[in-house]
């Protein structure tokens, strides 16, 4: 008898990107592009810090939702946006200016740039 296998949930993680390889590939760029500087190497371990929190972020906007029910002071249930949303976009808006400033990209993890042209 063949069993269905579930499809997405815990494999699809697997395949996502861990703090280790993108730390990997940004040093990587670094160094290709000759600036492998004390500076940038702690500009890099704050994306990281940065993509660990994003992901907490995540991760607490999956368990509550968007928003949530809560007691008022009153005692009354009222619901509240989830103040992660905008932490969220805080966080990856601090990522981006981050990889901006250092000329880096997530998208090639050996550092090698490509061109591609426009049809």
């Known amino acids: 008898m063949i069993k269905n296998k579930k499809v997405g949930g815990k494999n699809r993680m697997a395949r996502a ?3 280790k390889k993108i730390k990997e590939s940004l040093t990587l760029q670094l160094q290709g592009k000759g600036a492998k500087i004390a500076h940038f190497e702690s500009l890099i371990d704050d994306y990281i810090f940065f ?6 972020l995540q991760a607490d906007i999956k368990k ?3 928003a949530f029910e809560t007691m008022s002071a009153s005692g009354k249930p ?3 946006q989830n103040q ?7 966080v990856n808006k601090q990522m981006l200016m981050i990889l901006d400033k250092m000329k880096l990209t997530v998208d090639e993890p050996t550092g090698e740039e490509t061109e591609e042209d426009d049809l």
Do not use: C, M
């Not at 992660?84 to 805080?90: E, F, G, P, Y």
């Open 17 to 19: 990107p861990n703090a």
């Open 51 to 56: 993509f660990e929190t994003k992901k907490k």
């Open 64 to 66: 509550r939702g968007v």
């Open 78 to 80: 009222i619901t509240k």
């Open 84 to 90: 992660s949303i905008k932490d969220l976009v805080a």
